[in-house]
């Protein structure tokens, strides 16, 4: 198998909220042998918010992120589920819109760059999946999950709207996610089947609507629970953000007890690949994972 | 490769004049390939019981009365082949309304909270019509695209029904009636854009209650999409000046004020910018929790003080914003 090469999109939170994403991300690639580029020029894709202040501005940032790994002549690779989604909204509209393309590469022409659309955009969960092949993670498994039950959380932004994502999360279906279950079965572990797995955290509407966003992340985090799960997994840092810091408004809000820690995808696979809680960051969770390493 | 499967069906099955609480009736069927799921109705009632009822009507995909739920995902019953989502599903196909909790009978629902809300945004041309008009009020194509495939809703309530924000808060108007009113705003023959923006800027009702969650573009049976002309109405209060200063639109418009500072966005700063000095209290409890954990980190600095990484190159960044930007808080 030939070495996988990418340049990694970090987004904002992997540089700041959760440091330990982009640790375990890094120990992950470093233990399958996946060469990482950080794209140090890049800057924030909006979050989902910036696009409702002003599409076009949101357009040309990202479109300026997507220069940089083409000329890498690299994939980007993303860890967050609204990076990939926002990233890739502008890729598709630009290599759609021959016009809008032209209004952007205008802009990116003052400041010498040019979109051409010879990267593809893909979330590191996919690459794990898709490319290195769950096969060859198996192989590399070293300390096997076998005493976790797991409860896959996939975040929106992955899956949705499955009509932009299809060719790069190997055709997930929205509504019957495997991606996530297939990965904690090739570590040992014990993927939980749960109805809320596929649904919204509720994290875009925190500040705003803070009733509906507790709403939504305690169903999510009571159905895992009552399908016996020791801990939740998530490829996106702001589902993790929510339902990590969260967890005590949350369940004032359900009228439940919730102990529920919630690992980023990469430090999950990082412990089955050996790596130690330290390593990996597993002391910055406000809900510790005490019971992972037991 | 045989042309049928044979099916388990378990049916929602309520009726609200006799039954104190729904339950769940079995049908097996042999289902052909070029079977509907509308099919899949009529037989069990046609086959196994008459008093099962559902909503049916056009049979074109046009009316939008067969819109069910199948295995949790919106459905319009005549437009669905049955055999696709049986590769999806295995065998087993659930029948459910497409909201359990308005049930009047099976597959039936209330529609009555979706109208409300269609009619809150005049679903329809506000404009002083001239009795004895000299001329068509003509759209040029231009004008006609803007539109955004938004006029070909047909008001099922696929993503009504299936929009999580709703089910959280039933005073968001949410994705269908928003879709309506975008239709109607950027319409140049109508006059009351205005106060169609104001509405849907209103906190708890508009559009700044959506959650981001692609839910309505996924159960569109007409590909409509209708998350994406929620953005547009975004974009369309602060063009038209309707965005009233507020925590969402705050929240909105700091990412610009952060990027341009930063490349990046300054996670402490944007909470403190959106929700003001006073209304931080709600956070410090989670702040001191994250600080606690190391997610607030004070590596560089105080947090809330400048002190989040720059992307290199932060000129560009700059420069693209100063020459990119269309709108203003």
Known sequence: MSK???????????????????????????????????????????????????????HVLNARNICYAEKLGL???????????????????????????????????????????????????????????????????????SHLNIAPFYGCHNIRPSELHHTSNGGENPYNPTSLDQLINALEGHPVDYDHKNKCCGFHVELQANHTSEILAGNAMVDAIDNNA??????????????????????????????????????????????????IGLNFHVQKATHLTA | MSDTRKVTIKAFRFNAETDYLPYYKQYEMEV?????????????????DGSFSYRRSCRHGICGACAIKVNGRATLACKQNAMELLDLFDNELVFEPSS??????????????????????QPYVVADIDPHPEHETKQSIEEFNKFLDSDLCIQCGACHYSCPALEANPDYLGPAALNAAYRFTVDTRDNAGKERLELTAEPGVGVWDCVKCFE?????????????????????????????????????????????????????????YSEGYLGMYKHLKTAMKMMKAGKIHWNDGLPWVDNV?????????????????????
């Open chain 2, 100 to 121: 359990k909790k308005r049930a009047v009978k099976d597959m039936i629902i209330d529609k009555k909270d979706f109208w409300d809300k269609h009619a809150a945004v």
């Open chain 2, 309 to 329: 990484p720059k992307s290199k190159n932060l000129d560009e960044i700059q420069k693209l914003i100063e020459i990119s930007q269309t709108n203003k808080l």
């Open chain 1, 4 to 58: 996988l090469k990418y340049a990694l999109f970090t987004g904002c939170t992997a540089k700041q909220s959760t440091p330990e994403l982009l640790s375990s991300t890094l120990a992950v690639a470093e233990k399958l042998g996946i060469e990482i580029t950080i794209l140090e020029e890049a800057s924030c894709c909006g979050a989902s918010h910036l696009q409702d202040f002003d599409e076009f501005l949101a």
């Open chain 1, 230 to 279: 020791d801990i939740m997994v998530t490829p996106c840092p702001l589902c993790h953000l929510k339902m990590d810091t969260y967890q005590d408004d949350v369940g004032k809000v359900m009228g439940r007890d919730i102990e529920l820690p919630v690992l980023h995808m990469p430090q999950m696979v990082a412990l089955a690949l050996g790596c130690t809680p330290k390593e």
């Open chain 2, 216 to 272: 309505c573009a996924e159960a569109c049976p007409k590909e409509i999409n209708p998350i994406e002309k929620i953005t547009k109405l975004h974009n369309m209060q602060f063009e038209q000046g309707v965005a009233k200063s507020n925590v969402a639109t705050r929240h909105a418009e700091g990412f610009v004020r952060s990027i341009k500072k930063h490349g990046f966005l300054d996670e402490a700063d944007i909470v403190v």
């Open chain 1, 75 to 145: 994939t980007m690779i993303t860890i967050c589920n609204t990076c990939q989604l926002n990233s890739a909204m502008t890729k598709h509209a630009l290599d759609t819109d021959p016009a809008l393309k032209a209004r952007v590469n205008e802009k990116l022409a003052e400041v010498g760059l040019e979109y051409k659309g010879t990267s593809e955009i893909k979330h590191f969960l996919y690459c794990l999946i898709d490319e290195y092949g769950l096969e060859n993670i198996k192989d590399k498994v070293e300390v096997p999950l």
């Open chain 2, 32 to 48: 052909g390939k070029d079977e509907l799921i509308l099919d899949l109705l009529n037989r069990i009632k046609w086959e196994h």
